[in-house]
């Protein structure tokens, strides 16, 4: 079943534009994680945020997490266009079964 | 630097044809996880398997079984294709439960 769900499926930005990303979810969690993919590759993991911490930083990326809200974002600050991609949220809530991922965001950055 | 490979990038196969599918990882990974990805679903998660020998069934294991004779590799086989599991599957292994993810590079299969 899916947990995740990202806000907006495609957004399209201009080089050097920030881009934000949402993921809702719909159950108590241990960590949520953020990952990215290429066209037609597998995932690359990006950050892991922890149900006790509210933000983390990576780079150019900053993640925040609302446990209240059942909610995350991913911010990636100055965008590139090695940056277009799509991004996918997954929740881990405890148990081996229980890593899920979301739909995605299809962000496209124009040069 | 964990590498997850994949047995091949791209297959077709006939509709009843038996495929296998294989992932090797090199990083003594205690779970390795079976995904197929479709537009617009996401990763689905087929199967996982938490120890050698062992597997569970994740949200769409219907038509598919896993075989993982040994730590570092983990097989999907579809025992009768069908047009409908033509889709891009992901391999994926991880340390243990809950930890990052690293993935293959996906097979996509196509049954005709």
């Known amino acids: 079943s899916q947990q995740g769900e990202e806000d907006p499926q495609a957004l399209s930005i201009q080089e050097g534009e920030n881009a934000t990303m949402n993921c809702s979810y719909k159950t108590s969690i241990n960590n949520l994680q953020w990952y990215r993919q290429n066209s037609g590759r597998g995932l690359v993991h990006l950050i892991l945020?922890?149900?006790?911490?509210r933000e983390k930083h990576s780079g150019r990326l900053r993640v925040t997490l609302d446990t209240s809200k059942k909610s995350s974002s991913l911010l990636i600050t100055a965008s590139r266009a090695a940056d277009t991609a799509s991004y996918f949220c997954a929740t881990d809530a405890g148990g081996y079964q229980k890593v899920t991922f979301g739909t995605g965001t299809k962000l496209q950055v124009i040069p | 630097d964990v590498k997850v490979t994949q047995s091949s990038r791209y297959l077709v196969k006939r509709t009843g044809e038996k495929v296998f599918l294989e992932c090797v990882q090199d990083?003594?990974?205690?779970?390795m996880f079976w995904y197929r990805q479709d537009p617009g679903l996401g990763l689905r998660l087929i199967y996982f398997?938490?120890?050698?020998?062992?597997?569970e069934k994740g949200d769409i294991p219907e038509g598919y079984s896993v075989s993982r004779e040994k730590k570092e590799r983990f097989s999907l086989i579809l025992e009768s294709a069908s047009t409908n599991q033509t889709s891009m599957y992901l391999c994926?292994?991880?340390?243990?439960?809950?930890?990052?993810?690293?993935f293959g590079p996906g097979t996509r299969l196509t049954v005709l």
């Open positions: 398997s938490y120890d050698v020998k062992m597997k």
């Open positions: 994926a292994s991880s340390l243990s439960a809950g930890r990052e993810q690293f």
């Open positions: 945020i922890r149900s006790n911490e």
């Open positions: 990083m003594d990974h205690e779970n």
